[in-house]
């Protein structure tokens, strides 16, 4: 399930939990517990069974997120019609909490905004349609104050913790060095593109000779290198292709709909702009590529990932700075640079 069926399957949840709850609490409180006249009890109980039967409604239609926030609305409109008959209003009002609470949390704050105008309709014309409060403009100030104040420290507080969670994810699935994914991000997404059965072809990139560079050079001019292949992997890439460093000196990178001609062309256009390009420090890098393509007898991530990481090293033993792939056997191709990292 995506993080967006389970926010909207959380909040269906907690719309019919307030429901259930303001049902059980209106008939139990409202007419059998607290004195009030007949007429009273009366609204009482139709609001409860007003609450009761849009909770039973969201049960069997699990509705979307537009609807239930009508009904959210719907039920401050009951609460007002209530208000209009309770005697005595006793601490009624209080109750305009939840559904505005609940805007203030799974909403937007545009759709916030609209709650508690419609939560201040229904609170003044429950009020002024009351004929035994002698309180009334205390009790919509004090009601209107609270509800309001308390409705913007959740949406508040709502909206950090939903950056920090942002925050937290953009850093769990990125490699904080070159800003690609890391491996924990793509090899998901990688088999979620296996699965759906469309072509698909991996290619693996390594630095050469990436030790003896940082040993010359030092880690600074190493970490520059890796950003290098990164911007150049990024750059040549376009949307719908996952690329990621794989770990250390190796990256890989996803190609949707690419067959294995598709990823040759690919891999030897990159090692062809590195020829030109160099580091923020002016080294020159070459890279070995290994490409494994779905199909045959690659038809899982494991076999993919494994077929092209054979690939790889292939490149690498035939003299690196080339490309390899995976065509029931391994085939070599030409070099791309002469002039290795130095």
Sequence with gaps: MT?????????????????YCGALLGSTIGVFITERTQTAKLGMAAGSLAFLILALLLSI??????????????????????LALAHPIGLLP????WPVIFAAYFSSLRMLGVAYGVMLVSLGAGLALNQTSDLKVNLFIACSANVGLVATLIAF???????????LEVAAHTDPLTGLLNRRAFNPQLEELIASGAPVSVALFDIDHFKTFNDR?????GDDALCCLADVLRAQSTDGELVARFGGEEFAVALPGADAAAARAYA???????IWRTTDRGRRLSVSAGIATLGGDLQTFDAL????????????AAGRARAAWWDGTIQIGDPAVTALAA
Aim: glycine fraction near 8%; avoid cysteine.
């Design 3 to 19: 993080a967006a069926g389970a926010d909207l399957r959380t909040m269906r949840r907690a719309a019919m939990l307030t429901l």
């Design 61 to 82: 239609a699990a509705p979307g997120r537009r609807v239930i926030e009508a009904g959210a609305l719907l039920a401050t409109l009951v609460l007002g019609a209530i």
């Design 94 to 97: 209080m109750y305009y909490l």
């Design 157 to 167: 507080m709502t909206r950090r913790e939903r950056r920090l969670r942002a925050d």
């Design 217 to 221: 050079h030092g880690h600074v001019a």
């Design 268 to 274: 030897e256009r990159i090692g062809e702009v590195l």
């Design 305 to 316: 990932i494994s077929h092209a990481d054979d690939a790889l090293y292939a490149a690498k």
